[in-house]
């Protein structure tokens, strides 16, 4: 099978999305719907989550069947009945008697200042991303939850630039396959993960096109006003899947290791002002230890958060990638 470097090179894993270009806001899901072990791990301070209770190890429910990455803020949850909706109407969730229920996750980026604030990812937006979702290449940059993304907002979107989404995979030993999917919404700047060059985030001034250290202007002294007009608006999202097979604690601790690719190129990472969120899936089809697994989803998530920006679009209203001077 040809490789797509995408998360959808773990077998039995789909990406869709659905984009709102006029309100520059958008969602997009990741499903298995065979069912895979899921993990979460919640590193913010300001997540918007649904339905994450079902990823815990303590949980019952086993098997998760969608992860909805969305904009929107929390009114972008909704779409996550749209993802239901179309598992439900084939047969796919958890028995529960008459029914089964699809289990659906979810988590939100803040995108609210960009766009159109009044309209924001629904459930008819959910569903649409859900019939969208293929195995096949996955539409990178400003799509889907990530079109309204931004990064580096020390100074909140008037010296901030265009985040984005990405994905990435690494092969392992044998058949051992790791994806990963990045939505880059952060307060710090963006990092290459190999060099550790500045891609995207803080810029010298509003009008400015050249890239500053977020990280030197606090070890500087400058603060971040707590209470702003938007200080909530950043959050970083993830995805990692796996064809390894998992047990939910594992899962989950797959899901914590993987954090690492965010500490590699989110600068600073894990502020009071970011609500990231990072979700873990095993598909169950080879046999790998956990700390083999860890290093590549590591290295996949840094490529997809590297991916996210330098494929990202500004819609002549930030400054994106390309649009930096370096």
């Known amino acids: 099978?040809?490789?797509?470097?995408?998360?959808?090179?773990?077998?039995?894993?789909?990406?869709?999305?659905?984009?709102?270009?006029?309100?520059?806001?958008?969602?997009?899901?990741?499903?298995?719907?065979?069912?895979?072990?899921?993990?979460?791990?919640?590193?913010?301070?300001?997540?918007?989550t649904r339905g994450i209770d079902a990823l815990s190890p303590f949980h019952i429910v086993q098997k998760v069947?969608?992860?909805?990455l969305t904009g929107g803020s929390s009114f972008g949850l909704d779409a996550a009945g749209g993802v239901m909706e179309y598992l439900e109407e084939r047969g796919i969730?958890?028995?529960?008697?008459?029914?089964?229920?699809?289990?659906?996750?979810?988590?939100?980026?803040?995108?609210?200042?960009?766009?159109?604030?009044?309209?924001?990812?629904?459930?008819?937006?959910g569903y649409e991303a859900s019939k969208r979702a293929s195995d096949g290449e996955v539409a990178e940059g400003s799509v889907g939850a990530g079109t309204g993304a931004t990064v580096g907002k020390l100074?909140?979107?008037?010296?901030?630039?265009?985040?984005?989404?990405?994905?990435?995979?690494?092969?392992?030993?044998?058949?051992?396959?790791?994806?990963?999917?990045?939505?880059?919404?952060?307060?710090?700047?963006v990092l290459d993960p190999v060099t550790g060059s500045l891609l995207a985030g803080l810029?010298?001034?509003?009008?400015?096109?050249?890239?500053t250290s977020t990280m030197e202007l606090l070890r500087k002294g400058i603060r971040k006003e707590r209470f702003g007009t938007l200080p909530l608006q950043n959050t970083t999202l993830v995805v990692v899947a796996t064809n390894a097979s998992l047990t939910k604690i594992e899962t989950t601790k797959l899901a914590q290791?993987?954090?690492?690719?965010?500490?590699?190129?989110?600068?600073?990472?894990?502020?009071l002002f970011d609500g990231d969120v990072i979700f873990a899936l095993s598909t169950g089809e080879v046999d790998a230890d956990l700390h083999n697994i860890a290093p590549l989803a590591q290295e996949a998530v840094a490529e997809a958060v590297k991916r996210a920006v330098v494929k990202a679009d500004g819609f002549g209203l930030l400054p994106a990638y390309r649009d930096l001077e370096r």
């Not at 006029?22 to 990741?30: E, K, M, Q, R």
């Not at 810029?203 to 890239?211: E, H, Q, V």
């Open 93 to 125: 969730g958890f028995e529960a008697g008459a029914v089964k229920v699809p289990i659906v996750a979810a988590a939100v980026i803040f995108d609210l200042g960009l766009g159109d604030p009044k309209r924001r990812p629904d459930r008819r937006m």
């Open 155 to 189: 100074y909140e979107l008037q010296r901030a630039s265009k985040g984005g989404l990405g994905t990435a995979s690494r092969r392992g030993p044998g058949r051992l396959v790791v994806g990963a999917l990045a939505v880059v919404n952060s307060f710090g700047d």
């Open 257 to 271: 290791m993987a954090s690492g690719g965010l500490f590699r190129t989110l600068s600073p990472y894990g502020s």
């Open 1 to 48: 099978m040809k490789e797509k470097g995408a998360i959808t090179d773990v077998k039995g894993i789909k990406v869709g999305h659905a984009t709102d270009l006029d309100a520059l806001t958008g969602c997009t899901v990741v499903l298995c719907e065979e069912g895979a072990v899921g993990g979460v791990e919640v590193r913010g301070s300001a997540s918007g």
């Open 203 to 211: 810029r010298d001034s509003p009008s400015g096109r050249r890239l």
């Open 65 to 68: 069947h969608g992860i909805l």
